[in-house]
């Protein structure tokens, strides 16, 4: 099983987006998907694939304080069926996004041993080919914790120095402490006059990473405004078709 942690040192880069989107191309593709909501402060993955709160009876934070096991925790997300009437189905683990619960997460974290043992159990009673986890922005305990699991950090930023020097210090601590075997930098909402290539270049350059990706701003996506997913909506979109590639490479 593939583990991939997405990651970014400031909010807003559009990580949790990418995170489903990418989901679903990788079941589209014919992987079998789990995704893990470690978000929680802001979980937004549950909304992003049209759960209300209350269709989640047992949340991440439940199975961490022991109320639940793996099994009563994934939640199976139907996708709409696509131009060949094929319908795929999306595995999720979501924090719970109840006010008194976020209080409580503030209060504590979820520990390296707790999250191998989810991500295990996660795999065995799933028989999964990948497992994508969206975290908290920034550099925590836990945000340590999860990259230590990770086999791919998938690194998002956009085009602004601090984001450039905040993502530096991330790629630095994974190279330096965490041995991570691969580290990709997504450039997001790209300015559409930017040099792709020179940006892919710099950017391998600057952060001493082998991969490099663009994603171009969108009105399209911008306009969607996180109430569907994007490549479902636009299935033909440049953007979609970009995003495609990018989760192919990420299974090879």
């Known amino acids: 099983m593939k583990t991939i942690m997405v990651h970014s040192f400031r909010r807003g880069t559009g990580k949790s987006n990418l995170v489903a989107n990418l989901a679903v191309l990788m079941v ?48 199976p997300v139907l996708l709409p069926a696509g131009i060949s009437g094929k319908t795929w189905e999306v595995l999720l683990a979501s924090a719970s996004s109840r006010p008194s619960d976020v209080e409580r997460m503030l209060q504590g974290r979820y520990t390296f041993e707790a999250l191998g043992e989810l991500l295990l159990q996660f795999s065995q009673a799933y028989a999964l080919d990948v497992v994508l986890m969206d975290t908290p922005a920034g550099i925590t305990p836990d945000t340590l914790a999860t990259m230590a699991h990770a086999q791919t950090l998938v690194m998002m930023l956009h085009t602004d120095q601090q984001d450039y020097q905040g993502t530096a210090v991330v790629v630095d601590i994974a190279n330096r402490y ?75």
């Open 28 to 75: 589209q593709g014919g992987a079998k998907v789990g995704v893990i909501d470690l978000n929680f402060l802001t979980p937004s993955l549950a909304m992003l694939f049209g759960l209300d709160e209350d269709q989640i009876a047992c949340s991440l934070n439940d199975y961490l304080w022991g109320r639940c096991r793996v099994t009563q925790l994934v939640q």
């Open 178 to 252: 965490l041995n991570i075997p691969r580290q990709i930098l997504v450039l997001n909402d790209a300015p559409l006059s930017l040099d792709v290539n020179q940006a892919m270049d710099e950017m391998r350059s600057a952060f001493n990473v082998t991969e490099a990706w663009v994603l171009p701003h969108s009105d399209e996506l911008a306009t969607l405004a996180s109430a569907d997913l994007f490549v479902l909506k636009q299935p033909l979109h440049p953007l979609t078709l970009q995003m495609q590639q990018l989760a192919q490479s990420l299974l090879d």
